[in-house]
Each structure stands twice: as structure tokens, then as C-alpha cells.
């Protein structure tokens, strides 16, 4: 229980890695805030954290609204008097050729992605820096250390998460917070990857299970990643365990990428 008497917020943890991150922190010890946009899928994952034992309550976000995320913010504070954890999961795609994309699609994906992963830890970070001690993970990805031929603004939303990243790290150091962010790979389980097999299917003129064959090949551990794989990793980022870790963008693509 490396996260007991901590109050943790996950924004977009109403289904898929949101909820599986939610519920890992939760079975460290810590009570949630399910930040989430969509109530009816926050209610479920609140259920499910309340059904281990921990406290956990709901806040409908936007997290494009910088009112809701100070709302957010002040929401966890009157619940549980304090935020120790803030995970950035919220997070969209948008697929289309770099001849495609519009400026209202890069400025949706920018939003989501990026904007948000900013002012969210800004929403928290004066708390965290009167407490003297905080912690911050984001969801970049693979993505965005590669760049990426059919979502583009989506390779450079996670390559921007991974620089504010090492600014919050940088910023957040003289006040004992840390902040690092994560960079999954193929995980095969989720909304956002159905939509993306389809629409790369689509382009190169195959289906999507020719696709999934193929990205299953090239995945050195031999096996598709689940929310779960990630989950793990930032509940070891939001402990202790990881006290001297900062400003750094961890792999956990199975391989997939080594750098």
C-alpha cells in the first residue's frame, strides 16, 4: 500500500488506460478522482475503486477548459484535503495523411494532448509546492519519439507532452515534485487503437487484422500490450519506488522502442 492516505486525479479514466491506471493506484492505497468528461463511464470506475476499499468520487471535465481543471483541482482538495498524484491520460487521435489534416483537427489533438497535459499540472502544482512534495505522470507515446506517417499532429501532440514533461521536472524540483511521463506502444484493447487500425487498413489498402498481424510481428516481447502493462509502470512512477526518477520519458512499448 506504497500510496496510502495519498489522494491521486486521473483525467479520462472513465475506460481503457485511464481505468486501468485509476484502479492501480487505487490498489496502492490511494482515494481518486475520476476526472472525466464522459460521467456515466466515471461512475462505473468509481464503483469499481469503492468496491476495493478506497474513496473515490467523479468530476465531469473538460480537459480543453482551463475552469474545469482549477474546478478539478478544488474538487479533490474539498474531498480528500490534499493531491499528491495527477496522471494526464486524457488523450485523442486524429488520422489522416500529413496532406489531411486540417487546422481544426491539429488544434482538437493539440488541445486534448497537449494544452491539457499544461494546464492541469498547473491546476495542481501550487498545492503540490505548498506541501512540498507532489508527483506527475503523463501519457506521451512512442509516437512521440518516432514521429508518425498517418497521425501527425497526434506524433507531435506526445513529442510536445515529453518536453513539458522535463519543464514541470525542472520547475517542480526545488519542491520535491516529480514528473515523468510514459510512452506506450501497440496497445490493441482500446478505442483510440481500433479507430487507428482502421484507418491505417484503409490507406495501405489491407484489413485490419493484416495490419494487427504484422505490428504483432514487429513487437520484439511477442505479445500485445495492455492498459495494465501501463498502469504498472505509473503506479511505480507515483511511489516511492522511483524517488530519484524525474523528468524522464519511460518506454513501455515491449521493445518497440529502445531509446
Known amino acids: 500500500m506504497e500510496l496510502e492516505g495519498q489522494a491521486a486525479i486521473v483525467t479520462g479514466a472513465g475506460r481503457g488506460i485511464g481505468r486501468a491506471i485509476a484502479l492501480e493506484l487505487a490498489s496502492l492505497?490511494?482515494?481518486?478522482?475520476?476526472a472525466e468528461v464522459l460521467e456515466?463511464?466515471?461512475?462505473?470506475?468509481?464503483?469499481?475503486?469503492r468496491a476495493l476499499g478506497r474513496r473515490a468520487i467523479a468530476v465531469q471535465v473538460d480537459v480543453t477548459a482551463q475552469e474545469?481543471?482549477?474546478?478539478m483541482a478544488v474538487r479533490a482538495l474539498a474531498e480528500f484535503g490534499r493531491i499528491d498524484v495527477l496522471v494526464n491520460n486524457a488523450g485523442v487521435n486524429w488520422f489522416g495523411s500529413v496532406l489531411?489534416?486540417?487546422?481544426?483537427?491539429?488544434?482538437?489533438?493539440?488541445?486534448?494532448?497537449?494544452?491539457?497535459?499544461?494546464?492541469?499540472?498547473?491546476?495542481?502544482l501550487p498545492?503540490?509546492?505548498?506541501?512540498?512534495?507532489?508527483?506527475?505522470?503523463?501519457?506521451?507515446?512512442?509516437?512521440?519519439?518516432?514521429?508518425?506517417?498517418?497521425?501527425?499532429a497526434y506524433a507531435a501532440s506526445k513529442a510536445a507532452v515529453i518536453s513539458i514533461t522535463r519543464s514541470l521536472a525542472l520547475s517542480g524540483a526545488p519542491y520535491g515534485i516529480r514528473a515523468n511521463c510514459v510512452c506506450p506502444g501497440y496497445i490493441h484493447s482500446t478505442d483510440m487503437w481500433r479507430q487507428v487500425e482502421t484507418g491505417v487498413a484503409r490507406a495501405l489498402g489491407q484489413t485490419p487484422d493484416e495490419i494487427n498481424a504484422q505490428r504483432l510481428k514487429s513487437i520484439p516481447l511477442g505479445r500485445w500490450q495492455t492498459p495494465e502493462d501501463v498502469a504498472k509502470v505509473i503506479g511505480y512512477l507515483a511511489s516511492e519506488r522511483s524517488g530519484y526518477i524525474t523528468g524522464e520519458a519511460v518506454n513501455v512499448s515491449g521493445g518497440l522502442v529502445m531509446h
Open 29 to 34: 492505497g490511494a482515494d481518486v478522482v475520476i
Open 68 to 71: 474545469d481543471l482549477d474546478t
Open 100 to 124: 489531411e489534416v486540417t487546422e481544426e483537427n491539429w488544434d482538437f489533438v493539440m488541445d486534448v494532448n497537449a494544452k491539457a497535459v499544461f494546464f492541469a499540472s498547473q491546476a495542481v
Open 127 to 152: 498545492h503540490m509546492m505548498a506541501a512540498k512534495r507532489g508527483n506527475i505522470v503523463s501519457l506521451a507515446s512512442m509516437a512521440g519519439k518516432l514521429g508518425s506517417t498517418y497521425s501527425v
Open 40 to 49: 456515466q463511464n466515471a461512475e462505473q470506475v468509481v464503483g469499481e475503486i
